[in-house]
């Protein structure tokens, strides 16, 4: 659906849709405060402040003395707590159970992170009706998006992708004295590291070779990836420059009132406003004269390009003087690609729709409708918060969420089958089919009888009998009345009728074949006793009846369309019009035909004309004419125009036009003699005589008119309506009730797309092994509030709850993990802890750079996160310390917030200067001809980024080690 600030709106949705979109994020701010403000915070008494400089961390003393293991947030630490009391042995085994516990806790955050994705989708998802014109002017009512695409990327989207590493960051300050922490601003630190060098790699490389996946939204992307810089140079600014080992109050609330300017900016540069309006501008055309701006320079070098993709361009003071008219001026249709408007996203589920149609021409409305939905949803753009849950589901064994659709699509069907499978013990005998059609001289007419079902081993008799309709037995067939047999084995078996043949010309007759007194024979061969069966072993099934038309073959024929009027779709492609011959079917006629313009008009506007002849050649009896149908993609249609037969004539046996429509001469081959006086002076017989042949040349029935009419009917367009309001991912990814979140959490799903068949969508030994060791997180999420409560807000407030207890739990294992080992904080944080919150982003960008045609899904998100990881994780954490120490501190030393910049700023400066590079990198790569794009291209180049970037991550995390062990010096 579309976005409300990508959409012309009503004047008075111009004045309230910014209100609207910035009053839901104050209520976002407000609520986050909240929740860290409820947050159980010990009682801390005010004690003498550490240091500010500990510089003898690097002691060489104390840099190899063994460490005692403080108690944690929630977990006590493991008796002994001193490591030198444990030897080599109980070290490793205390290191590989703090190690998979650790990995089994970030399965727990994973699962419960997709249910607090699931409510921000569903969130963010919420719609409103509004009125906009379209290109006509009239007024329409649709259903649009609340939130902003870009403002919910960057405030639920990306708290919801950064949610563990803001509340480890949040509940180390809380839970531990209100102390700077070491493990929650490197983890910061180390996940944005792992999302810009290692994730951006995987996606580069898994693209498939000369593909590429370009920014959409190029502006976005660069206010993003410029903050996401900054905000790591701001923290190396308050760290070590402005106030050394000390943040401040007023340094804090910055760090946290960037977040929402972040957000504006890219709103701003989302709608183009401020800047963008004096900027340089070039009009664009394209299909439906719907102009398209986009940006450039006097003298654009692009002209060449945009004419290869069938663009005009077109001066802007041409259209702003009126020189230049147009139907519609559409400022947020910026590429071909968009669907941010009513009508284009009508036009897509149209064409799904007609698509359909075509493959499935059989099936009705409500299966077509059950089709397009799960198309229309595999194929609309997706979120970052489904590419997340998504991946999590893979991982997990969940199975992929799109293949929820696909029962209602074979419900039918499988209803269908159960209900044949209720009596496949008696075997049933029926005509297949059930009309036939042969001509007088045919001989005889051979009907086909079917067994299917019940015991093949058995022998099935059945009765049948002719039935006289206006053919008479006698004169037009031989009466028949006798026994088939179905031997075992046997499945079908054929009724044989003779036809009898004159040289009267006769209207077409017909004469019916009817089964009855159906029975069975055992295998030995003896009679089967009714009264030992609960089941009749076979019976007769419709159609018992089947009806044998005869075909006059003395006389020419007449020749018309089987109605006067059809009814048609315009989607339907080239139309075949069946034009019907009956009362005789001797010799070869042609018959011309040509397309008469109603309100629907021929030249390839709504039909390509078509006129010529029909050939029906010597006993044939039906023949096509094929007119095509434009699809213009009109919603509402109903137009007319009309396909006209022309008097038939014989053509003779060199393929001449004989030149006469019809008298014996047309089928004997001689001349008509002039009638003489006495030769007009006629008998009764002769009268007669004479109106039968003239029955006998070739002529046109009463429908030689037919009406065609192109419309889409009202079930149709309410189908179309209807799903374009249901199209909406949420449906899919949240729940409605608890039971329905036990099952799933039950349940395990193959990972298979959902257009694989069902043996590649079954659970594979790697799905069910997930399941196992998962099923006890997702048993126990289940009883988090479904997302259609509370429009979703409960289950965001209780997973957010959920993942703060649960990531206050991995930084207790986590410190006692390095503790065992001997491995600082600082270290675990940028390695272990990093990765693991980042493992189910790096798998939903994965499936995102695969699956979608754009790069924002997969690398557009990684830096608003990075940035927002700062100012909420880092500035919230920090803003809440300074504010408890400036109230309860009782000197001015205590009043301070006091933060070691160590090792934490020398990480921030390493981390800057490389995600400087590595954004001037991607940057470069959509600038090179070779490549044009971010993500893919050539398999040399694929190769050669990737490898620089996993080479900068790697980089990083040497560096920072060798800091945090003193071996290199710190700030």
């Known amino acids: 659906m579309a976005s409300i600030m990508n959409l012309q709106p009503s004047s008075y949705w111009k004045k309230k849709g910014s209100a609207s979109i910035w009053l839901r994020l104050c209520q976002l701010t407000f609520f986050v405060v909240v929740v860290i403000i409820l947050l159980p915070v010990p009682a801390v008494e005010a004690k003498k402040r550490p240091e500010k400089n500990n510089s003898d961390r690097c002691n060489p003393d104390k840099l190899h003395a063994p460490r005692v293991c ?44 997709d249910r607090f994705m699931a409510s921000i989708e569903v969130i963010t998802s919420k719609e409103k009706e509004i009125v906009y014109k379209n290109r006509n002017g009239e007024k329409v009512v649709t259903t649009v998006r609340i939130w902003n695409e870009t403002v919910s990327n960057l405030t639920l989207m990306a708290l919801g992708s950064s949610a563990p590493e803001i509340m480890l960051s949040v509940i180390e300050i809380c839970f531990k004295g209100f102390y700077a922490g070491e493990l929650g601003p490197s983890t910061i630190v180390g996940s944005a590291s792992f999302n810009l060098f290692i994730i951006i790699a995987i996606c580069m490389y898994v693209i498939p070779d000369d593909e590429t996946r370009k920014v959409k939204h190029p502006r976005v992307f660069a206010v993003t990836a410029i903050w996401s810089v900054l905000a790591y140079f701001w923290l190396y600014f308050i760290l070590s420059t402005s106030s050394p080992g000390i943040v401040t109050i007023t340094e804090g609330v910055i760090t946290l009132l960037f977040f929402p300017f972040l957000v504006l900016m890219a709103w701003v540069a989302d709608r183009r406003l401020l800047v963008y309006k004096f900027m340089y501008k070039r009009y664009r055309t394209k299909r439906g004269n719907i102009v398209v701006e986009t940006e450039g320079r006097p003298d654009d070098e692009d002209d060449d390009k945009d004419k290869e993709e069938g663009f005009t361009s077109l001066p802007m003071e041409a259209i702003e003087n009126g020189s230049i008219g147009v139907s519609a001026v559409g400022e947020d249709l910026m590429s071909k690609e968009l669907t941010d408007n009513p009508d284009a996203n009508r036009k897509i589920m149209v064409g799904i729709m007609r698509d359909l149609r075509k493959r499935f021409p059989e099936a009705d409305m409500a299966e077509i409708a059950k089709m397009a939905s799960v198309e229309a949803l595999s194929k609309q753009q997706k979120s970052r918060a489904f590419y997340r849950i998504q991946a999590t589901r893979l991982m997990t064994g969940a199975g992929n969420i799109l293949n929820k659709t696909r029962p209602d699509v074979t419900v039918d069907e499988t209803n269908n089958d159960e209900l044949s499978d209720d009596d496949d013990e008696q075997a049933k005998i029926s005509f297949d089919p059930s009309e036939y059609k042969v001509m007088e001289n045919c001989g005889y007419c051979e009907a086909q009888v079917v067994r299917k079902g019940g015991d093949l081993n058995r022998t099935i008799y059945v009765d049948y009998r002719t039935i006289d309709g206006t053919a008479n037995a006698g004169s037009d067939y031989v009466q028949t009345e006798s026994t088939l047999i179905f031997r075992p084995g046997e499945t079908h078996r054929f009724v044989q009728v003779e036809i009898m043949d004159d040289d009267v010309f006769e209207e077409d007759e017909f004469f019916r074949v009817e089964l009855f007194n159906v029975r069975s024979h055992a295998p030995d061969g003896m009679y089967d006793e009714n009264g030992e069966m609960e089941l009749e072993p076979a019976k007769l099934f419709p159609p018992t009846v089947a009806t044998v038309v005869i075909l006059d073959d003395d006389h020419a024929g007449v020749f018309s369309f089987p109605e006067p009027t059809l009814t048609i779709t315009e989607g339907v492609g080239v139309l075949k019009v069946e034009v019907q011959r009956n009362s005789g079917a001797r010799g070869q006629i042609s018959v011309p035909f040509k397309t008469v313009n109603g309100s629907a008009k021929g030249g390839g506007i709504d039909y390509i004309d078509s006129v010529g002849e029909l050939v029906f050649d010597n006993d044939e009896t039906s023949k096509f004419v094929n007119v095509t149908i434009i699809d213009d993609e009109e919603y509402e249609k109903n137009k007319n125009f009309f396909v006209q037969l022309l008097p038939p004539h014989f053509i003779v046996d060199d393929g001449r036009d004989s030149g006469t429509d019809g008298s014996d001469s047309g089928i004997n081959g001689k001349e008509e003699e002039e009638p003489t006086e006495t030769s007009k002076i006629l008998t ?133 993990f390095g503790c065992t080992i001997n491995l600082n904080d600082e270290v675990t944080a940028v390695t272990l802890v990093a990765m693991g919150t980042s493992v189910p982003d790096t798998f939903a960008s994965k499936v995102a750079a695969i699956s979608d045609q754009y790069a924002d899904a997969s690398i557009g998100n990684v830096t608003g996160s990075n940035a927002v990881n700062v100012f909420l994780g880092i500035g919230l954490a920090w803003t809440i310390a300074a504010v408890y120490w400036a109230i309860m501190g009782e000197t001015p030393a205590e009043k301070e917030f006091h933060v070691n910049p160590g090792n934490l700023a020398f990480s921030v400066t390493v981390f800057s200067v490389f995600a400087f590079f590595a954004i001037l990198m991607l940057v470069l790569r959509r600038r090179m001809p070779s490549i044009g794009a971010e993500l893919g291209g050539p398999l040399k180049s694929k190769k050669i980024s990737s490898f620089i970037f996993v080479c900068l991550w790697l980089l990083y995390i040497v560096l920072s080690s060798m800091q945090s062990y003193c071996i290199l010096p710190g700030f």
């Not at 008796?79 to 159970?97: F, H």
């Not at 060791?773 to 709850?801: D, H, N, R």
């Open 70 to 113: 403080d108690d944690g947030t929630i977990l006590w630490a493991w008796e002994p707590k001193n490591s030198s009391d444990l030897t080599k042995t109980e070290v490793t085994g205390r290191a590989i159970v703090y190690l998979i516990a650790m990995l089994y806790l970030f399965l727990g955050v994973s699962i419960i992170a």
């Open 684 to 816: 009764e017989e002769e009268e007669e005589a004479k109106r039968i042949s003239e029955l006998g040349k070739p002529r046109l029935g009463e429908n030689q008119t037919l009406e065609i009419m192109i419309e889409e009917s009202y079930e149709f367009k309410n189908t179309v309506d209807k799903l374009i309001k249901k199209a909406n991912l949420a449906v899919i990814v949240g729940t409605s009730s608890w039971r329905e979140q036990f099952v799933e959490a039950l349940s395990v799903n193959g990972g298979g797309d959902d257009n694989d068949d069902d043996e590649s969508s079954e659970p594979s030994f790697f799905d069910y092994v997930m399941h196992f060791l998962t099923v006890f997180w997702k048993l126990l999420f289940a009883f988090v509030p479904p997302t259609e409560y509370c429009g979703g807000w409960a289950c965001f407030v209780v997973s957010i709850l959920g993942i703060g207890l649960l990531t206050a739990v991995i930084g207790d294992v986590a410190s006692h």
